[in-house]
């Protein structure tokens, strides 16, 4: 369960896998160089730091992850997050948040937590994945429009007011630049998949503008030039009061993080007719977060289009992932000062694809299609997500989604009286239904159908309220509960005492839930009932009441 992919499929490892993992690990990397670039930016952040998580965080995903083909880095999801982050806390505790967010990940993974993410509702991914999409396109409409403004606000409606407020300052050539970059990105898998678009818009548009001097700003006119190797690793100091401070955004970064690493591994999954160790890949993940903050880079999750440009590419072991970081590594050594001349209007074309893409819009109209409860979810993720904040959109979501479950399922829960002048509901084939047994005089048959858990209990309550007159013998019928909890073991033990004390004898038949049978076990209840009247038939249990009757 903790062995990492690498140790696995090294065992049968050839040299013509090893030439496809090289060449798929190369192309990836040199797709990875202007997203990694892209993201720090609109993150907040230097570019430099984008380069540095890509290769740190890249390395240990691929090195230590649970899916063979699984790319690392800096994603798009997480711009809005490390952009709250830097506003509110600076740099220096978005490295903290980040190697809190590790630490967490860690956690989780050896929890064993890995399976339940992976349930997370597609509603509530939808959702909030299309809500970033629309933050980062709002984000990029300085650059793209080149507007001559001071830094852009944090709240998306005031974002749109400031953009408003200064759109007399566009600049055409800016405009002109990002245009053809959207355009590129988008026309040019038609002509090969082999070289990403989004670098020959690179090449292109930065090569036009330093031929005909355009004033265009730059990475390097904005942030000055790019390092050219890794800085010095310095563990950042975490306190009780930093800890407080910032383990919202930390737990923020870390179930984003994990939720879009295994969505990948699940989508890589199915692409290569593999299958991932999650628990392992979270492991992975968090100590590539903590590596990357120590380098001063940002989060890194796994970025599912990389991650599809491997498959596609003949990747099929870990070591493409290695090669990509190694080749980005290799970029930033010895072609990193050339990264200042790219226009920033470049950035943000490549970006408001990325954010296109991001959208889902076609999954985001199908979930209209389906339950309300679905679209309630969907909406107020989508528009919290916007509005308000990643983190409570996220909480929100989750609780929504978990009390609308709830709900369906109480609506699947019933309690029902079945007694000889009445006939289960929809039962006509069932040859176990009451009306094929002869019930004896003063035995009252209830069942309980679905989960017996707090939400359904009261309806158990209120069907026990119906017996006017208490029965000699009281059977319940529990073939159709698959599971239940304390709240339900509860009611039950009050029916019991209840029953007890109306001198009515309890015979439960039917458990055939094995968690059933355990906490009832572990509550005492089956002891208190006595074994001889928990029986596994219906049958057992009408002969068991005529025993007690006599």
């Known amino acids: 369960m903790f062995k990492p992919e690498l140790f696995s499929t090294i065992k049968n490892y050839s040299r013509q896998q090893f030439s496809k993992d090289v060449m798929a690990g190369l192309i990836v990397g040199i797709v990875a160089l202007p997203l990694a670039i892209a993201f720090a930016i609109a993150s907040g952040v230097s570019p430099e730091k984008g380069l540095y998580t890509a290769v740190i965080a890249g390395f240990i995903i691929s090195a230590m992850g649970g899916s063979r083909v699984q790319i690392g880095g800096p994603t798009g999801a997480f711009i809005v997050i490390v952009y709250g982050i830097v506003q509110?806390?600076?740099?220096?505790?978005?490295?903290?948040?980040?190697f809190m967010a590790g630490i967490i990940l860690i956690m989780m993974g050896f929890a064993r937590l890995g399976?339940?993410?992976?349930?997370?509702?597609?509603?509530l991914i939808t959702g909030f994945t299309s809500g970033i999409a629309i933050l980062i396109f709002s984000s990029q409409l300085k650059d793209f429009f080149g507007l001559q403004m001071g830094s852009i606000p944090a709240d998306f409606i005031a974002k749109w007011k400031s953009y408003f407020g200064n759109f007399g300052s566009i600049n055409v050539y800016a405009v002109v630049i990002a245009a053809a970059t959207v355009a590129v990105v988008q026309l040019w898998p038609k002509v090969t998949h082999k070289i990403p678009g989004s670098l020959i818009a690179i090449f292109i548009t930065t090569a036009v503008m330093q031929m005909l001097q355009l004033p265009v700003e730059t990475i390097g006119s904005?942030?000055?030039?790019?390092?050219?190797?890794l800085p010095k690793p310095v563990i950042p100091h975490v306190d009780f009061d930093t800890i407080k401070n910032l383990i919202k955004p930390a737990f923020t970064i870390a179930l984003l993080g994990g939720i879009e690493s295994l969505l990948s591994a699940v989508v890589s999954d199915g692409m290569i007719g593999g299958n991932h160790k999650s628990n392992m890949e979270l492991i992975a993940q968090g100590t590539a977060n903590i590596f990357s903050s120590v380098f001063g880079g940002i989060p890194a999750t796994g970025a599912i289009a990389r991650t599809a440009t491997n498959v596609k590419n003949g990747g099929r072991t870990p070591v493409a992932g290695i090669v990509h970081a190694i080749t980005l590594l290799l970029i930033?050594?010895?072609?990193?000062?050339?990264?200042?001349?790219i226009p920033m209007a470049t950035l943000a074309g490549i970006l408001v694809v990325v954010a296109y893409n991001m959208s889902e819009w076609e999954s985001f109209v199908a979930v209209f299609k389906g339950p309300r409860s679905d679209v309630a979810v969907l909406l107020t993720t989508f528009l919290l997500t916007v509005l308000v904040d990643l983190t409570v959109a996220i909480e929100v979501g989750i609780v929504l989604a978990a009390f609308l479950f709830m709900r369906n399922m109480i609506k699947f829960s019933n309690v029902s009286m079945l007694t000889k002048d009445f006939e289960d509901q929809g039962n006509e084939k069932d040859k176990y239904a009451v009306e094929n047994f002869v019930i004896p005089a003063d035995v009252e048959v209830f069942e309980?159908?679905?989960?017996?858990f707090?939400?359904?209990a009261y309806k158990f309550k209120d069907a026990m309220r119906l017996i006017e007159k208490p029965p000699k013998i009281l059977i319940i019928r529990m073939r159709q509960v698959p599971i239940i909890d304390a709240t339900g073991v509860r009611t039950l033990e009050e029916v019991y005492k209840e029953s007890k004390h109306r001198?009515?004898?309890?015979?439960?038949?039917?458990?055939?839930?094995?968690?059933?049978?355990k906490e009832l076990q572990d509550a005492r209840l089956l002891f208190s009932i006595g074994k001889a009247n928990v029986t596994k038939t219906f049958q057992e249990a009408v002969?068991?009441?005529a025993v007690l009757l006599k």
């Open 88 to 98: 509110l806390y600076g740099v220096d505790g978005l490295i903290i948040a980040t």
């Open 115 to 123: 399976s339940v993410i992976k349930y997370i509702p597609h509603p």
């Open 222 to 229: 904005k942030f000055g030039d790019i390092p050219s190797s």
């Open 332 to 341: 930033m050594l010895f072609v990193g000062k050339w990264v200042a001349l």
């Open 448 to 452: 309980i159908t679905g989960p017996l």
């Open 454 to 456: 707090f939400g359904a």
């Open 503 to 517: 001198g009515t004898k309890l015979v439960l038949s039917e458990v055939h839930s094995i968690q059933v049978m």
């Open 543 to 545: 002969s068991r009441s």
